[in-house]
Every structure is written in structure tokens, then in C-alpha cells.
């Protein structure tokens, strides 16, 4: 009887070997929709932030006009447009591919983690939603309604 017991325990073993990699290859297809995917429109306006943002560091000061950010992004070496997620197509990114026209971008305005307010968005975006760029470093998506309230 000894000698059926580490066969016995090796075979508890290959069973939850097999259940473990049974779940890992069935747990994603589960949720596949559970991530929403991040779309053309969400990314530019993410660069444009990320761009402003390092505007801000780099000049201790907000860029004042459209102009200071597209002036300043072109003299960013590809390496700091890498590290800061800006990417090198600066002429896209002032752009909304859902709605064909510039992001309204609130210019002078210090991005500031402790508040919530909206630094840039969609001028008409798509199905009564816009893509908005937050104070706090993120993009998120709202109705025309919740826009006003951050635009305040």
C-alpha cells in the first residue's frame, strides 16, 4: 500500500496542473468584452494630454496658445515623445477621427491631479459623447451634459 501512495499523490498533482491550465485557457475567452478597447480617437486625444502635460513640466507654466504646444512638440526628441506616450504624428493627435474636427483644448489651464476638470474633448464627437481629456491624467468618455459640468 506504501508504494501506491507517491504514484497517487503525483497524479492529485498532474490533476491540478491540468485544471489550472484548463482555466488559464478558458478564462480569457470569457472575457474577451470585458476590456473595452481603446479607440483612434481615445488614443490621439491621451498624446495630446500626455503632450500638454510635459508642456507644463518641462516650462513650469501651461502652454498658452496651440501654437506653444505644436512649436514645443516638434522640438521633443523622438526619445522624450517615447517616453512621454506622445508618439511621433504630432498633426493627428489635434485631431478627432469621430467627429473630423480639432479636440477643444482648454489652454492655460494647469493640469492638476487633485481636481477634476476638463482639459481638452471632442467639439461634437459621436452619438451625443465626447471623448474628454481630465485634469487628473486620464480620458475618459461622457455625454453633453457631464462635459458641461467639467468644462466649469
Not at 485544471?19 to 490621439?44: E, F, G, M, W, Y
Not at 518641462?58 to 505644436?70: D, H, I, S, V
Not at 487633485?114 to 480620458?139: C, I, P, Q, S
Amino acid at each position: 500500500m506504501l508504494w501506491a501512495w507517491p504514484s497517487l499523490r503525483r497524479g492529485k498533482h498532474c490533476a491540478s496542473v491540468c485544471a489550472i491550465l484548463t482555466l488559464l485557457l478558458v478564462a480569457p475567452a470569457c472575457n474577451r468584452n470585458a476590456v473595452k478597447p481603446v479607440s483612434d480617437a481615445q488614443d490621439r486625444l491621451s498624446k495630446l494630454m500626455n503632450l500638454y502635460r510635459c508642456y507644463t513640466d518641462k516650462n513650469q507654466k501651461p502652454p498658452a496658445t496651440e501654437e506653444a504646444l505644436r512649436e514645443f512638440g516638434q522640438k521633443l526628441s523622438p526619445q522624450d515623445r517615447a517616453d512621454r506616450l506622445i508618439g511621433d504624428d504630432l498633426e493627428s493627435i489635434f485631431l478627432s477621427p469621430r467627429d473630423n474636427q480639432k479636440f477643444v483644448v482648454k489652454y492655460n489651464l494647469r493640469p492638476d491631479p487633485a481636481t477634476n476638470r476638463a482639459l481638452a474633448w471632442e467639439a461634437a464627437g459621436k452619438d451625443g459623447m465626447h471623448f474628454v481629456a481630465l485634469t487628473m491624467g486620464y480620458v475618459v468618455e461622457y455625454n453633453e451634459e457631464s462635459l458641461n459640468q467639467y468644462k466649469k
